[in-house]
């Protein structure tokens, strides 16, 4: 039996969490000497490089009832080409699509799941892989028992690893359902990397002291090439738009820097970034939470703090 990866094109291309799914499946499969079959749900530019990251066969789906994503029909999909290909670990992604799949994939194809995987499993004795749980303070295993398994991973988890070369992709002929939702209305924010996706993350709390004051964060955000997020009082109080609310009750990131500026470090809002690889907290106060979960912590005033460090990074730009 082989490994099935479902890969969702973004705007018509694969982006990074889809090269991680293909290397973390290659990953997998070196160990229990399987195949990587990738399912590509949509159509994009890029496909074929998927071979490169690890993929041994690419199939493409492309139907018109795929444009509007429905959990229902995806899963329906996903399952049948898992059936049809004669894959028995099906991996997705743990993005929000992805989680609204696991659940309905796991029933289908009668298997143990585990959400927001964060290591290639192992299959020395069974099949167990780990996860983070308690707001990331604790590491959790899980055994898998069944012959069909359904995983998703956590963005930037892994890296993506070139291996091999392009494969040339096959088209899949299975039936797509007709969705049951119809799209209304889609707002995209357009120029930023999504949050999930994110390597570099600069987010700001309530010692901003007010939205007019944002443009410091930006500037920062914009000279390091970061995605801006910000606490949950933040987005309540209106001062920035919901999809940058991080934490527990929001976007749960993992990216390699987060930068935090005037966030106290409630245990809500690091549930959803103490996974993040380098934490640098900016705070005046020396008794924040956040400092106790910093890799690299600055003390002082916010508003004196930060424009001196953009400027630094981007004298440090111009000289490199
Ligand atoms: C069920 C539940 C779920 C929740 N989910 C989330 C969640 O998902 N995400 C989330 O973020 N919160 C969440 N919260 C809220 C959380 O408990 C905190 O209230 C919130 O994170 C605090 O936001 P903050 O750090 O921006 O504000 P504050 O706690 O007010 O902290 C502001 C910080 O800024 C510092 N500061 C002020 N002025 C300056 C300055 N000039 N220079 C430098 N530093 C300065 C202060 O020292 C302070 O540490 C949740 C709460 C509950 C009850």
């Not at 990953?27 to 000497?33: E, W």
């Not at 159509?43 to 490089?49: A, E, G, M, P």
């Not at 049951?180 to 010692?207: C, F, I, M, W, Y």
Request: charged letters at 20%; aromatic letters at 6%; proline letters at 5%.
């Amino acid at each position: 039996m082989s490994i099935l990866i479902a890969i969702e094109p973004v705007n018509g291309t694969l982006n990074k969490g889809s090269f991680e799914l293909t290397s973390y499946a290659k990953m997998l499969a070196t160990k229990t000497g399987q195949e990587v079959n990738a399912l590509v749900l949509g159509s994009s530019n890029n496909t074929s490089q998927l071979g490169k990251y690890g993929a041994d066969k690419v199939y493409t789906i492309e139907n018109a009832n795929l444009d509007v994503f429905d959990s229902q029909v995806y899963a329906t999909v996903i399952a049948e080409a898992a059936g049809k290909l004669g894959c028995s670990t099906v991996l997705v992604r743990h993005t929000a699509n992805g989680k609204a799949i696991l659940g309905r994939l796991a029933v289908k194809l009668k298997a143990d799941s585990v959400s927001g995987v964060n290591s290639v499993p192992d299959t020395q004795a069974g099949f167990t892989v780990t996860k983070s749980v308690y707001s990331g303070k604790a590491i959790a295993t899980f055994a898998l028992s069944t012959e069909n398994k359904v995983l998703s991973l956590m963005g930037n988890a892994v890296q993506p690893q070139e291996l091999g070369t392009d494969v040339t992709p096959q088209v899949l002929d299975i039936t797509v359902p007709s969705p049951r939702l119809t799209l209304v209305n889609r707002q995209t924010d357009t120029g930023h990397v999504p949050l999930p996706e994110a390597e570099k993350v600069v987010s700001a709390g309530r010692g901003m002291k007010g939205p007019e004051n944002w443009g410091i964060v930006e500037d920062l955000a914009t000279a390091l090439g970061a995605t801006t997020a910000c606490s949950r009082p933040v987005a309540d109080t209106g001062w920035r738009p919901h999809h940058e609310h991080v934490g527990q009750t929001g976007v749960a990131i993992r990216p390699n820097l987060y930068i935090a500026i005037g966030i106290s470090g409630a245990i809500q809002h690091l549930a959803g970034v103490n996974n993040s690889k380098t934490i640098v907290v900016i705070n005046k106060d020396p008794e924040a939470p956040f400092f106790k979960a910093a890799d690299y912590g600055v003390l002082g005033d916010l508003f004196e703090v930060v424009p001196k460090l953009t400027e630094a990074i981007k004298r440090f730009k111009e000289k490199a």
